[in-house]
């Protein structure tokens, strides 16, 4: 078993599914961060098998919005002086701004240079977003 | 600031008194003849739409407003290359109310987010053409005298067209309606108006291939173009084609109580010879498509008259 140090203070993003740790990097730009970030992935887990494991070795505001439309399972663990004070649970957020591309290319989006990118919650049961100007649905990898 | 995007942007309320005034503007179009007095419409037509731009100029005209505007994107200054959200700035401080056609989906939506004056969706690309199912809806209860208790029979291209999924989206929204989808196995309606609209609402709905089966059990007939090219091979356009032409044979099985509706233009769906029936609505769908952009310019602007 790896073994990464615990943190004293920082944000462990937990249960990801395995192999999506490195979509999460990138959309929250984890690579701008000047501090330690741990990517752990393949980890053993009694619910999930194998999972995926973020460590940031700093209180970072995450953007939840983001982490909850990739996926509202996982969780968010904030850590200060070795423990653990918060554990935020995640949804599908109401919409997300200029985190995903329409990719009709019928769609105003495609021409139009200065405007956001904006998706909606369409059913949540089935988390389907739709673009706000074309409502073409966006499809998931 | 109250703009037009979506059918849906309107309560089934508010159509109720969009289309009351429009049925007012019926009775008494001299008692509007003057309301808009001084007032602008811009007509910002970035694909060319003869038929849908002149209903907007002709519904301000008859409300005694002017017009300005544009007819191709070739004439404006999006071939210059300027957005859509700077050209409805400027136009906002031209215009008071502004109808916009464009080949982009969504792209009425953007214009809104950045206009100083209510923006009216006069059809972007495949996706809405809001004035349009307006336009139905109005010409349903004047003739029918309810948008409730009906069977609405839909014929043609039901998956590309825009037309009929407003529609269908529109009417799930009243009480007891069903529709009878008649169209080839390559063009029913898509499945997300099935599943989202139809089946989520539990809307009572049935869909066949011919339409002679259908049409004693009719209320409205609403026929849209079937095109040649939608099809995947001639065979099927062949074996098909004559089952969406409405003749009047096939009528003869129809209710005297139906009425036949159709966004126009029409090319041959329609035989010439259903043009006198006093069931064929058509040409009278048109001019209820002035009314009611006049009701709803009057909505957007405020104005509302005794």
């Keep these: 078993m790896l073994n990464v140090d615990s943190l004293n203070k920082g944000v462990v993003i937990d249960h990801i599914h395995a192999g999506k740790a490195m979509e999460i990097y990138r959309y929250l730009n984890l690579d701008r961060l000047d501090c330690s970030v741990a990517i752990i992935k393949n980890a053993r887990s009694h619910k999930m098998g194998r999972k995926d494991i973020i460590k940031i070795d700093e209180n970072i505001d995450i953007n939840l919005d983001v982490l909850g439309f990739i996926d509202p399972d996982i969780t968010v663990n904030i850590i200060n002086e070795g423990g653990l004070i918060e554990k935020r649970k995640l949804k599908l957020p109401e919409q997300v701004i200029n985190v995903i591309k329409c990719k009709n290319p019928r769609c105003i989006t495609s021409v139009e240079q200065e405007i956001q990118h904006i998706f909606k919650l369409a059913d949540a049961e089935k988390g389907v977003y739709r673009c706000i100007y074309c409502e073409q649905e966006h499809q998931r990898k | 600031m109250k703009h037009l995007i979506d059918p849906l942007d309107l309560s089934v309320e508010e159509i109720a008194e969009l289309l009351d005034v429009a049925s007012d503007i019926e009775k008494n179009p001299q008692k509007y003849a003057e ?18 731009r002149l209903s907007f100029e002709a519904a301000m005209l008859n409300l005694g ?18 957005s859509v959200a700077d050209t409805i700035r400027v136009v906002s401080c031209y215009a008071d109310i502004c109808a916009m056609r464009h080949p982009k989906e969504g792209a009425p939506k ?12 006069a059809g972007d690309g495949g996706h809405q053409h809001p004035t349009q199912t ?20 839909l014929c043609g291209d039901l998956k590309f067209g825009r ?6 989206k529109s009417l799930a929204r009243y009480s007891d309606i069903r529709f009878v989808l008649i169209s080839p196995e390559e063009l029913r309606v898509p499945d997300y108006i099935r599943e989202e609209v139809l089946r989520a609402k539990n809307i009572p709905f049935v869909e066949v291939e011919r339409m002679e089966e259908v049409l004693p059990e009719l209320d409205i007939l609403y026929m849209t173009r079937v095109q040649r090219e939608r099809f995947f091979n001639e065979e099927d356009y062949v074996r098909l084609k004559d089952s969406y032409i409405l003749d009047r044979q096939k009528l003869s099985l129809a209710s005297k109580e139906m009425f036949i509706l159709h966004p126009l233009p029409r090319v041959n769906e329609i035989s010439t010879e259903v043009d006198n029936d006093p069931r064929a609505a058509y040409f009278k769908q048109a001019q209820y498509g002035v009314y009611v952009r006049m009701a709803l310019i009057l909505k957007l602007l405020g104005l509302e008259v005794d």
């Excluded at chain 2, 953007?110 to 969706?121: E, K, L, T």
């Excluded at chain 2, 037309?163 to 269908?168: F, K, P």
């Design chain 2, 35 to 52: 309301v808009c007095r001084g007032k602008k419409l811009a007509t910002l037509f970035y694909e060319p739409s003869t038929r849908t």
């Design chain 2, 65 to 82: 407003g002017s017009i300005l505007g544009f007819s191709s994107a070739d004439s404006s200054s999006a071939s210059k290359g300027e």
């Design chain 2, 110 to 121: 953007v214009a809104s987010a950045y206009a100083g004056i209510p923006v009216i969706n």
């Design chain 2, 134 to 153: 307006l336009t139905d809806l109005l010409t349903i209860r004047s003739l029918k005298g309810r948008l409730d208790h009906l069977t609405i029979g």
């Design chain 2, 163 to 168: 037309t009929v999924h407003s529609l269908i």
